[in-house]
């Protein structure tokens, strides 16, 4: 096995340094842009995977973070449309009222489910634990907290967590989905039925009165539809609408559409991140590795001078090129984690993560740092060669 | 005849674009264990000579023979064995390598020769020892003083034992007990071992270590009052 030192000949300390900046460069940009493009197809997967009904009137941005009421009548309605597999009743608030609502996919939220009916999205048919368990039928005062809301709040399975003036004991921590059930605090249905009951004085007093012909069981935000295999789902969504009056459906291939039109401008952004950070991190190790090869020229002259031939001295420079570059590109990688796990943990105290250094993103910087200083050595090799030894000794003199 | 250069000219460009010629019209003929020196004022072409007649650089006219073989008609890869292997140089400033140690800087030799470590190491190290360097061998050359560097560089050039060293101005960065122990060893590998040596040198005492001396006046040979004698 050859040593890392035997690669990395002396005095090379700056040109590594300088690949490690460039790389770094390159990763922190990429892992940026990585984090953005997760949370983009996190939310489109989502919307993809179920279709979400909410009272008439209100719109997903809305209505179905608080507001909306879908009852369990048209809950039943929903049930009996050809194509319809399940429907979860779902209770959805915003964890903090003041909040502005529409910006659903980046706010705290709670989310009341009913752990009898099995999962409505077909995306996410199980949500990840990453500690503790999911929710069981029969809970009560019980929560399972995304990773970013547990994170930022320092807490894990055991902990206590107090939600609109009542306590939850912690019973799980799901894994990091890097899009919105990570900000999620996930509750019993009629838990939240009663948070929302605690919240909204309309309700209180609706309850009070008597409550007419309303029950516990139609306060429901929203519901969360699956449909059977083989059936398309804009055409179920279409005929929920048309079937169930008094609801509001999102059609899951146009509300996709709606959320790539939506984040187009953070496409162009990240596009614009990528090609910067290709041309910064690019430039940088190309411009390293040929400087450090023509330093050397008078070595090579001197090499030239005591029989090396071309292609003696190309595998020796490519040698030591893949030796600088290597190095210097996990240098790079280690110091744009570093840096991006000391940012990451600063904004997570507000449940943000601003980078994802994934594995993919690793190794194309690893690869892009190995083949772009190859081609750099190559190209300064070639030119160096095309000199008499004569020559290269006196230029490197 | 060990080397001969027939008719070989060199033409630089100058700093404002315009031909400067450096050699013109060159011969010289070098036989095995002879010990040469040119000699002549800066900028004679001198080292532009060493440099044609090591294949250091080509010529724009003429030749070069080595043995029986035109190597200016060699291509650019058949010239790396007859430079690797029967040319050894020895330059003014040293020319070590110095991310190498003193050792490394002598075993170079011997790589780009296909010649393994392992059989040229004790060679590298007697030589070493003779020159009395041994002791610096892990030690790079901006850790060594000038006359070191010399004597690193001289082991260089011998380690494959290469029946022609070419030396340029080989003491001329160094004091006079360096220099006399570099001039010794040059006149010792001509007697000892018939290799032919070509020393450019401005030392009057070093040439008169040769055998016969060539006097370059602006890139002729000069014939006048008999070159062949030092």
Redesign the interface.
């Given at each position: 096995m050859v040593s890392l030192g035997r690669l990395l000949?002396?005095?090379y300390l700056f040109t590594v340094l300088g690949i490690a900046v460039g790389v770094g460069g390159l990763v922190a940009l990429g892992a940026m842009a990585e984090r953005i493009t997760r949370f983009i197809d996190g939310g489109d997967r989502f919307v993809l995977g179920q279709i979400s009904v909410a009272g008439e009137g209100m719109g997903m941005g809305t209505g179905f973070t608080a507001g909306g009421l879908l009852r369990a009548s048209r809950i039943e309605a929903i049930r009996r449309v050809a194509g319809v597999a399940t429907v979860q009743p779902q209770v959805m608030l915003p964890l903090n009222p003041t909040t502005s609502q529409f910006l659903t996919l980046t706010q705290e939220l709670i989310l009341g489910l009913d752990p009898a009916v099995p999962m409505s999205n077909r995306q996410y048919r199980e949500l990840p634990v990453r500690s503790g368990r999911f929710l069981r039928a029969g809970d009560r005062g019980v929560a399972v907290l995304g990773s970013d809301f547990a994170a930022s709040r320092r807490l894990g399975t055991g902990s206590r967590l107090d939600l609109g003036r009542k306590s939850f004991e912690v019973v799980g921590v799901l894994d990091k989905t890097l899009t919105a059930p990570d900000r999620f605090a996930i509750v019993p249905l009629d838990d939240a039925r009663e948070l929302w009951l605690r919240r909204d004085p309309l309700l209180v007093q609706v309850f009070a009165g008597g409550a007419g012909t309303m029950s516990r069981a139609d306060l429901n935000t929203g519901a969360a539809v699956s449909w059977i295999d083989g059936a398309d789902p804009d055409a179920v969504a279409r005929r929920i609408q048309a079937e169930v009056p008094g609801v509001n459906v999102t059609i899951p291939g146009e509300l996709s559409r709606l959320l790539r039109e939506s984040t187009a401008f953070f496409s162009a952004l990240l596009f614009g991140i990528g090609a910067l950070g290709l041309v910064i991190g690019g430039l940088s190790l190309s411009n390293t590795v040929s400087a450090a090869v023509f330093e050397r020229i008078?070595?090579f002259g001197?090499?030239?001078?005591?029989?090396?031939?071309?292609l003696?001295l190309l595998r020796e420079i490519l040698g030591e090129a893949l030796g600088v570059s290597v190095t210097g590109g996990v240098v790079g990688i280690g110091l744009a984690a570093a840096i991006g796990a000391l940012v990451n943990l600063r904004v997570l105290r507000q449940g943000q993560q601003l980078f994802l250094f994934s594995p993919r993103l690793l190794a194309f910087a690893l690869v892009f740092s190995v083949v772009l200083g190859a081609l750099a050595a190559t190209y300064a090799t070639v030119r160096i060669v095309r000199l008499?030894?004569?020559?290269a000794?006196r230029r490197g003199? | 005849m060990l080397i001969r250069a027939v008719g070989v000219s060199k033409t630089y460009r100058g700093p404002d674009g315009q031909p400067v010629s450096a050699l013109e019209g060159v011969d010289v003929e070098v036989k095995p264990g002879e010990f040469v020196a040119v000699a002549g004022p800066s900028g004679c072409g001198k080292s532009t000579l060493l440099?044609l007649l090591?294949?250091?650089?080509?010529p724009d006219r003429g030749e070069i023979w080595f043995d029986d073989v035109c190597v200016t008609r060699l291509s650019?890869?058949a010239q790396?064995?007859v430079?690797?292997?029967s040319i050894g140089?020895v330059f003014q400033?040293f020319?070590?390598?110095?991310?190498l140690t003193a050792l490394d800087n002598v075993l170079?030799?011997a790589?780009?020769?296909g010649r393994p470590r392992r059989e040229a190491l004790p060679v590298a190290e007697a030589l070493m020892e003779r020159l009395g360097v041994a002791h610096r061998r892990a030690h790079?050359p901006a850790q060594l003083s000038g006359g070191e560097q010399q004597r690193v560089a001289y082991c260089?050039a011998v380690l494959n034992a290469p029946p022609l060293v070419l030396a340029d101005e080989p003491t001329g960065n160094l004091d006079e007990g360096h220099a006399a122990v570099i001039l010794a060893e040059l006149r010792e590998l001509c007697r000892a071992r018939g290799a032919a040596v070509i020393l450019v040198t401005h030392r009057a005492d070093a040439a008169a270590l040769a055998d016969r001396a060539l006097r370059l006046r602006a890139g002729r040979l000069d014939t006048r009052g008999g070159a062949e004698s030092p």
């Open positions: 000949p002396r005095g008078r070595d001197i090499k030239r001078a005591l029989g090396a031939t071309d003696q008499s030894p004569a020559e000794i003199a | 440099n090591g294949l250091l650089e080509p650019r890869r790396c064995p430079r690797g292997r140089y400033s020319l070590l390598i110095s991310g170079l030799a790589r780009y020769v790079y260089r």
